[in-house]
């Protein structure tokens, strides 16, 4: 595909195209494609849209009054957290005290004799529990502190793709249209409710992207200038310290300290970050495009990508190396002999822990009623009930229900598929860096679990999937702006009746995923409906309940 025949015409920086065509325009243009619209609502539009998630998300956060699904792990976890410093074995029935609101014998008693065996065994990385404690710091043991962490970066997410969905289109209009279909998704509605760690991973995921993203025009801004008012050179210059391919290192670090399948994106990541170097050298003219990034990027994104990400994921185990109770710590055999070896010790320490995790993984196969294989996610054939109780004569008629179902907005995920599956054929076509970028990161969410499926019959639940439903609402995204097409009218000024067409089409499946999630709300937030009404709700009976 021509870039002339790109229906990003006006911000396309795809390096493929007819030679005479990107002669004629300027290679700022081509490079760095300048950014549309104005930054007042660049800002505006996303957060418009950010606070009405957050509404959606914190309105009855409490609500149900229950610890929900995994929770019962996660909420005492990150209490102990904040407590010890280390994760702690709570009493039989911690939970019903918990929400009885009695918080103050729910810990397993120990004496310095017994304290071994008061220490948690725990198979996640601490930080997605730290921040659940961080809330339960502010709020107190109870629903909404165990949750506000979730519903706040929850929210987050939402103005963080909304923004990035922006700087890869262009469009504040479609970057409002990416952080409306994340806020409207069900899933990602109720993992924001819910003190699990998906949502954790989920943002830190999309936080690195947007972290790349931004680098890859920063880069590019950089070239273009030196480009512009230095004498040329074979390989380029170097491009100084790329502060948001640093901060991509921590978010990685960061989503790995929360589960250990965020690794999947950060060896992804980083190869594409350092692809897009050697195609902006290229794209600038240069006679040693690859030699010049080999020599001038790559030691910097071993930096990025290796040494800073190892140092922060670390950083989230302080509270196990420091404190005497963590299990596995050892800590008497660590401080016998110098603080030499106290760091040598504790490290082997730490490293047969991982092991042990490792292991744990690797053989977890205890069948579960709702769990799922991953070819099954992206059609929604088996949701997650994280929550269901039914009442007698208390909604008006004599039976009722309140639900909570991990469920996508099935109009998002079935547009996704498809939308998916036109962003590869888009890709192979015009190797545009956009649809390439969205296809690698939804891949690397999806596909390392098929690897589980086919060796070993793994416990496997749809809510893994969370980290996908940004990238496939990207995918929506881009597909929508190649139905509006380029932003040029015509000679007499009016628009082309194709655009005017495709901001009908995008217009319309926004107002249905609208209305597919107020359809689904009542079983995604736990509210008191008729069980007739519940059961309209449950699109395939046999697989939804």
Known sequence: MAVTDSPYQ???????????HEAARSVRDRVLPPMRGSVLWG????????????????????????????????????????????ERVAVKDADKAIIAGDTGGIWQSCTAETMDKCASYVVHPPLGKWMIGAGEWLFG???????????????????????????MTRSTLLGCFAGLLLALDGLHFVLSRTALLDIFLMFWVLAAFACLVADRDQAR??????????????????????????AAGVCLAFAMSVKWSGLAFAVAFAIMSLMWDFGARRAVGLRSPYMGALNKDVPQGALAFAAVPFVAYMATWTGWFVNA?????????????GPLYFVFDSMRSWVQYQWQVFT????????????????QWPL??????????????????????????????????????????ALIAWYVSSRDWRAGAVLLAYAMGWLPWFYFAIAGNRTMFLFYAIPMVPFMVLAITLCAGLLIGPAKPRADGSMPVRRTVGAAAVGAFALLALINFWWLHPVLSGELIPYTEWKARMLFEKRWI
Not at 325 to 337: F, I, L, P
Request: glycine share 10%; net charge neutral; aromatic share 14%.
């Open 221 to 246: 801004e950089r070239l273009v200038s030196w480009y512009e008012t230095s004498p040329l050179s074979p390989q380029g210059p170097p491009l100084g310290i790329r502060w948001w391919r640093i």
């Open 380 to 421: 929604l054939l088996r949701p997650v009930a994280f929550y269901y109780e039914a009442k007698q004569n208390a909604c008006g008629v004599k039976d009722c229900s309140e639900a909570v179902l991990g469920v996508g907005t099935p109009v998002i995920w079935f547009g996704a598929v498809a939308a998916l599956v």
């Open 141 to 167: 043991l109870n629903p909404f502190g165990w949750r506000f962490a979730a519903a706040l970066l929850g929210t987050l997410s939402i103005l963080v793709l909304a923004r990035v969905a922006r700087r």
């Open 10 to 20: 006006a911000f396309d920086d795809s390096e493929a195209g007819d030679g005479q």
């Open 43 to 86: 800002w505006a539009g996303p957060l418009l849209i950010t606070v009405f998630g957050g509404i959606l998300r914190f309105l009855q956060l409490g609500h149900p009054k229950a610890v929900v699904f995994d929770e019962t792990y996660y909420m005492k976890d990150g209490y102990s957290l904040i407590t010890w410093g280390v």
């Open 325 to 337: 109770t963590g299990y596995g710590r050892n800590w008497d055999q660590a401080t016998s002999a």
């Open 360 to 375: 744990f993984h690797s053989g977890l196969e205890t069948s579960h009623p709702y769990m799922s294989e991953p070819w």
